[in-house]
């Protein structure tokens, strides 16, 4: 059984960084794609971004290229997502997901569909 456990959201102004982490426990982390995710009030799931299991590749929606960066160690079980320059309308609930991926082709996954584990959430406000 996989947890997904997010954790460093909070209250940030516009403007400013935070960093989002979550932990991966119950199985072989560096088997697993990982991805982010946001869901503001009355909206659908919005991709952010995707990293592959072995790191080596990234893939960021528009919204958030050059501003998010996200990264992983697979010695800690942890996939990280750097958020900067933050804006208002990034404010939402923040999620990671996880995908088994044996390939090792360097795979990375967009869409809700293709993850099998979700954490909880964390919830992200930017300030005007």
């Known amino acids: 059984h996989v947890q997904l456990v997010e954790s460093g959201g909070g209250l940030v102004q516009a403007g400013g960084s935070l960093r989002l982490s979550c932990a991966v426990s119950?199985?072989?982390?560096?088997?697993?794609?990982m991805g982010w995710f946001r869901q503001a009030p009355w909206t659908e799931r919005e991709f952010l971004t995707a990293i592959s299991s072995n790191a080596r590749n990234t893939y960021y929606t528009d919204s958030v290229k050059g501003r998010f960066t996200s990264s992983r160690d697979n010695a800690k079980n942890t996939v990280y997502l750097q958020m900067s320059s933050l804006k208002p309308e990034d404010t939402a609930v923040y999620y990671c997901?996880?995908?088994?991926?044996?390939?090792?082709?360097?795979?990375?996954?967009?869409?809700?569909?293709?993850?099998?584990?979700w954490g909880q959430g964390t919830q992200v406000t930017v300030s005007s």
């Open positions: 997901a996880g995908r088994l991926d044996l390939t090792y082709s360097g795979n990375y996954y967009y869409q809700a569909t293709d993850y099998e584990y």
């Open positions: 119950g199985r072989t982390f560096s088997n697993y794609a």
